[in-house]
């Protein structure tokens, strides 16, 4: 028996496959120079039968760089940033630019840790989500030389460009409409908030609005761990027997609101007339419930584009937007479950 040598491909091997001189398939390769249709097909039809990879190492040590966009998030365990990243892989894809995910779980210390290794590779751009970092990785992500794009917040100050939208202002208008439509005992449930800056802005922004309309949260709860219907049920449950007098639920994000709803319509609750229920993110899931949900799109894959345009431009044309703050409109869904005047 034969075994097939694994020595790497190289330009010489799709020459002699093509018939076509190194220096012309390095051309072809590199999308450079000025090669004809027949060439270039003739040089990607060997390369393709071969299973040739270029070394984009031996290029990035001409250039420092290689053509990939770190991007670092804090979680793939909910349904919010897999559509952050739809967003990013559809803008990057008439790009040479690929996207490398790296996960954070939250932790400061695993986002210095994530970030150093993704920088040590030297990539085109990061995206990375939030403003805020510790103080190691805000010196990391101001010396790398590199775009950096913040998102899906603009509550705070950006290293160098931020997308995303102002969840201050998103609580604020969330506590308007509740007020508007009459509410007056109001719970809230949400993530333990010293983690998730996002999530205590939206609370701010809301207890802030509703004390101006003269109004306090009645009951209140915070949970650690995974967005969950079960998880949404379990709060709900033990609030209403806690203060059984509540007329609207808010929850931190439509997971735990979904599972709120589901537990009062199992009850045979009279939403929205005598209890009214909202959510944060606007996700795809809502569609399958009972009663539609109201929530707040929170314009993820609109976040995610934006982002990696920012970040395909400036390594296409060298300019520097720096300071470049990006805010989105966030769209309010009154949904079956927040009363309208």
């Not at 040739?52 to 349904?79: C, D, E, H, T, W």
């Not at 290794?117 to 990375?128: D, K, Q, T, Y």
């Not at 010196?139 to 969840?167: C, F, N, R, W, Y």
Request: charged share 25%; hydrophobic share 40%; aromatic share 4%.
């Amino acid at each position: 028996m034969q075994t097939r040598s694994k020595r790497p491909l190289t330009l010489r091997d799709v020459s002699e496959a093509s018939g076509v001189s190194e220096m012309t398939v390095s051309r072809v390769l590199r999308k450079k120079g000025d090669v004809s249709a027949a060439t270039r097909e003739k040089v990607q039809e060997a390369a393709r039968r071969l299973g040739y990879v270029p070394n984009k190492i031996a290029g990035a040590l001409a250039s420092q760089r290689v053509n990939l966009v770190a991007v670092i998030i804090p979680s793939l365990g909910n349904m919010v940033f897999p559509e952050v990243l739809s967003g990013i892989s559809e803008e990057l894809e008439g790009t040479e630019l690929q996207p490398v995910v790296g996960v954070t779980d939250y932790q400061p210390e695993k986002e210095e840790k994530v970030l150093f290794e993704m920088l040590s590779w030297r990539p085109s751009g990061v995206i990375i989500a939030g403003l805020e970092h510790s103080d190691a990785s805000r010196a990391m992500l101001k010396q790398a030389g590199i775009p950096v794009v913040e998102i899906m917040d603009t509550d705070g100050e950006a290293v160098d460009t931020s997308v995303g939208i102002s969840h201050r202002r998103a609580g604020r208008i969330m506590a308007e409409e509740i007020l508007k439509a009459g509410y007056k005992r109001i719970g809230f449930m949400g993530t333990k908030m010293p983690l998730d800056h996002r999530a205590r802005k939206r609370f701010e922004g809301f207890t802030q609005t509703l004390a101006k309309g003269g109004v306090e949260i009645a009951d209140q709860e915070f949970y650690s761990g995974g967005s969950a219907l079960a998880k949404g049920r379990e709060m709900t449950a033990a609030m209403l027997r806690r203060t059984p007098d509540l007329d609207f639920l808010y929850y931190s994000n439509d997971m735990i609101g979904a599972g709120g709803l589901l537990y009062l319509h199992e009850k045979g609750a009279d939403i929205p007339a005598k209890i009214g229920l909202a959510g944060f993110n606007g996700v795809e899931l809502l569609d399958g419930l009972p009663l539609q949900l109201a929530t707040m799109d929170a314009c993820r894959r609109e976040i995610g584009q934006t982002a990696a345009r920012i970040i395909a431009a400036r390594n296409a044309e060298g300019a520097s937007d720096e300071g470049q703050v990006v805010e989105l409109s966030p769209t309010l869904s009154f949904g079956d479950t927040l009363r309208t005047n």
